[in-house]
C-alpha cells in the first residue's frame, strides 16, 4: 500500500470527485483511477460505487478515508521528527564529572522530559580529560567538564558555570597539617597545582593527593588538612576560606556538527539554567 494511495482517496473523499481530486493534485484523471483501483487490490474490498456516474464511495470507503488520515498523519509526525527542523530526537549518551552531578543532573532530570520530549539520555561519569577524549572518538554525544584551555580541534566548550576557587582549612590548622590536594592529573586538579605556586604557605605542607571531593570534605570538616577547591564545592562547611583569583570553568563539550552540538545551547540552559 503506497501512502500517496491513501492522499489521493483522501482528496476523493474531500472533493466527492475523481476529476476534481486530480486536478487539485496535478495529475490525470487516469492515474487517480489507477491508483484507486490498485488501493482496492491491495484491501480486497471495493471502496467505490462504480455504478454511479462518477463514482461514489462505498460506506467502507468513506471508512478507509477517515482512517487514512491517521496513516497520513503518523507519516507527517515521523517525517517532522527527522526532517531539517526537527526537534531533538533520539537516545545520547552525557558525561559529568563527578563533582557536577550533584549540581546540575537534577535539574536536568526534571526539565529535559517537557522541553525534549523525543530524546532519552544515559548518563557516564569521569575524569575532565577522559570524557573529553570521548566525545572527541563519538563514544560519548556531550560532557560536563572542566575547561583547562582551547578545546581540541573538532570540539566545542559552552559555559556553564565560572567557580572562584578558594583556599580552606578549619581555624587553628597546625602548620604540620598536610595540604589535601584533588589529583592533579585531573582538569581541576591542574587549576589547583597551578594556584598552589602562588600559596607558599600551603605548598609547603606535606602533600596527600585524593581523587575524591567527598574524602577531601570530611578532612576538611574533621581539622585534618588544608586544601584549594572551587567555593561551590565547600558549601555547607564553616571553615576559614581566603578567595584566590583563579577560577573554574565547568563546560558543556561537544562535537562540532552532531545533534547535541546545534542543540547546545537549549542544552545548556537544561543543565544550568
Not at 84 to 95: N, V
Not at 109 to 129: H, K, M, N
Request: aromatic residues 4%; proline residues 7%.
Amino acid at each position: 500500500m503506497q501512502n500517496r494511495d491513501l492522499k489521493t482517496l483522501r482528496m476523493i473523499a474531500r472533493t466527492g470527485s475523481f476529476r476534481e481530486a486530480a486536478d487539485r493534485l496535478n495529475m490525470t484523471l487516469s492515474a487517480v483511477s489507477m491508483q484507486m483501483k490498485s488501493l482496492e487490490t491491495t484491501l480486497g474490498a471495493a471502496l467505490f460505487d462504480r455504478t454511479t456516474r462518477p463514482p461514489k464511495l462505498t460506506p467502507l470507503g468513506r471508512a478507509v478515508a477517515d482512517r487514512a488520515g491517521d496513516v497520513l498523519d503518523a507519516e507527517a509526525a515521523l517525517r517532522a521528527l527527522a526532517g531539517p527542523d526537527a526537534p531533538l530526537a533520539g537516545r545520547f549518551r552525557l558525561g559529568l564529572v563527578a563533582s557536577a552531578g550533584p549540581r546540575f543532573l537534577p535539574r536536568f532530570l526534571q526539565t529535559a522530559p517537557g522541553a525534549l520530549p523525543y530524546a532519552s539520555f544515559d548518563f557516564r561519569t569521569g575524569l575532565s580529560e577522559w570524557l573529553e577524549d570521548e566525545v572527541a572518538s563519538r563514544s560519548l554525544d556531550a560532557a560536563v567538564l572542566t575547561a583547562t584551555g582551547t578545546p581540541p580541534g573538532g570540539l566545542r566548550h559552552h559555559v556553564l558555570a565560572r567557580d572562584r576557587l578558594v583556599a580552606a582549612a578549619r581555624p587553628g590548622l597546625p602548620e604540620t597539617a598536610p595540604f589535601l590536594h584533588f589529583a592533579p592529573s585531573t582538569g581541576i586538579g591542574r587549576l589547583i597545582a597551578a594556584a598552589l605556586v602562588r600559596r607558599p604557605d600551603l605548598a609547603a605542607r606535606p602533600r596527600i593527593v585524593l581523587d575524591h571531593l567527598m574524602t577531601i570534605r570530611a578532612c576538611l570538616e574533621s581539622g585534618a588538612g588544608a586544601t584549594i577547591l572551587p567555593e561551590i564545592d565547600l558549601e555547607g562547611m564553616e571553615m576559614l576560606r581566603d578567595p584566590l583569583p583563579d577560577t573554574r570553568t565547568l563546560v558543556l563539550a561537544t562535537a562540532e556538527g552532531t545533534a547535541l552540538d546545534r542543540e547546545a545551547t537549549r542544552l545548556a540552559n537544561l543543565l544550568a539554567g
